[in-house]
């Protein structure tokens, strides 16, 4: 039996000082000290054997952040940890108190392929932090070697071309895929961070701004135009994820994706990237290919459609925890009073609790969102050194 933890961390915009990653933003020396002590202290809590980070800008301020919780963690142990000449040093509390420094660990970093390192234009990356190190090299999923497609049926009575079409060539950040060993097995793992739901606003040819970031000219029109344009590529990004996953799963091998979503659990997004959920009964369906009323899917055809449907779907960590411990709601944003989710954790049927085939299951699940302040607060915007998201963290036991 192996147990261990895999969690994600979106760290809200890590770089160094003195550089400027979005338009007027940076910090000075002593606000990129703050932002590194919260972050290594966060991840010392954490002490989890699998990270993915989220608004990686740079992978050596990220270096430098686990380094001061290799620290922290080496003066911590020496401090709480008794040697072997104390006669109680197997009492199992020291075991839970123990914490593994990363000094063995491996970090795979995936930069932006927008990111060309011009002050106020950056773009963030991905990482991933595995104690188990990798089996393979890790692999970043961004520019696609073939654009994306999605053509729209036409509606009854309008002509094939005037259907239209969507085309995707770069996902707006990385996707990183890694396969980890943990005890005997290796996990697939992704990291994800999708397009957020700020609107897309096209500037035009010659013009400073787009005309609907005016709001002293508010287009209420154009401003939903723009949340159009971020959903379509959300959704597209999603399921360039979910091709992959489905691969991964095709092959036979356990899955983990992790990342910031920027959607709730059940968005389209979020159902694109799990997969379906099966129908309860496809022998009460009509057919496909259906000639008369009675013309339905037998029960052999059900029991195939259903095992072809659960077989290729991702669990959500955070509804195992609450249906095992009769919790209501789980939170990692708060902004104008909506407290909701959209960080996630999905686990392939291997870990699920009620699947026959099951390799491990979720144990517990840990979610770290004290620093999080409700943005209608008075004080908002809060201090802005700390992450806007909470960490969520999943304990798997294999068997």
């Known amino acids: 039996m192996t147990e261990f933890t895999i969690a994600s961390f979106n760290v809200k915009n890590l770089i160094g000082p003195d550089k400027e990653y979005y338009e007027f933003q940076s910090y000075t020396p002593e606000e990129y000290a703050w932002k590194e002590d919260w972050m290594a202290d966060q991840l010392l809590s954490m002490n989890a054997d699998i990270v993915g980070f989220q608004e990686i800008f740079e992978e050596e301020a990220l270096r430098a952040v686990i380094d001061e919780t290799n ?28 914490v593994e420094p990363y000094t063995e660990a ?43 497609h999605i053509p729209f049926a036409p509606l009854r009575g309008m002509d094939e071309t005037e259907a239209g079409y969507y085309t995707l060539r770069r996902l707006s950040r990385p996707i ?16 994800c961070h999708l ?21 002293t000219r508010y287009d209420a029109v154009g401003r939903a135009m723009g949340s159009l344009r971020a959903a379509i590529r959300r959704m597209a990004e999603a399921w360039v ?3 992959e996953i489905v691969a991964e799963l095709e092959a036979g091998n356990p ?54 449907v659960e077989r290729l779907a ?31 954790i999905y686990l392939s049927r291997h870990f699920h609790p009620d699947f026959a085939g099951r390799i491990g299951e979720m144990t517990y699940f840990s979610v770290f969102n004290d620093h999080i302040t409700d943005g209608s607060h008075a004080e908002a915007p809060y201090n802005k050194l700390a992450s806007d998201h909470g960490q969520i963290m999943a304990h798997i036991r294999l068997d």
């Open 176 to 191: 990183l895929k890694a396969r980890v060993p943990v005890g005997d097995r290796v996990l697939t793992v992704f990291n």
């Open 71 to 98: 620290t922290r963690a080496t003066e911590l142990n020496s401090a709480t940890i008794p040697d072997r000449s104390k006669r109680y040093h197997r009492k199992v509390i020291f075991q839970k108190l123990k």
């Open 255 to 308: 899955v983990m994706v992790l990342g910031d979503f920027n959607d709730g659990e059940h968005a389209v997004s979020s159902e694109i990237i799990s997969g379906e959920r099966p129908f309860k009964n496809y022998a009460w369906m009509l057919r496909h290919d259906a000639k008369s009323h009675s013309d339905r899917y037998s029960d052999e055809e059900n029991r195939q459609i259903t095992e072809d």
């Open 106 to 148: 491996s970090l795979a970093f995936a930069p932006n392929a927008a990111d060309e390192g011009v002050p106020g234009k950056r773009r963030p990356g991905l990482a991933i932090l595995s104690r188990f190190g990798f089996k393979g090299q890790p692999e970043v999923i961004q520019d696609l070697a073939e654009p994306l």
């Open 241 to 243: 994820l979910r091709r």
């Open 195 to 215: 397009k957020s739901k700020l609107g897309e606003y096209i500037t035009p040819q010659g013009a400073e701004y787009a005309p609907e970031e005016d709001l």
């Open 314 to 344: 991702l669990h959500p960590a955070e509804r195992l925890f609450v249906r095992k411990s009769l919790r209501d709601m789980v939170y990692t944003t708060a902004f104008g009073g909506v407290f909701e989710s959209i960080d996630q």
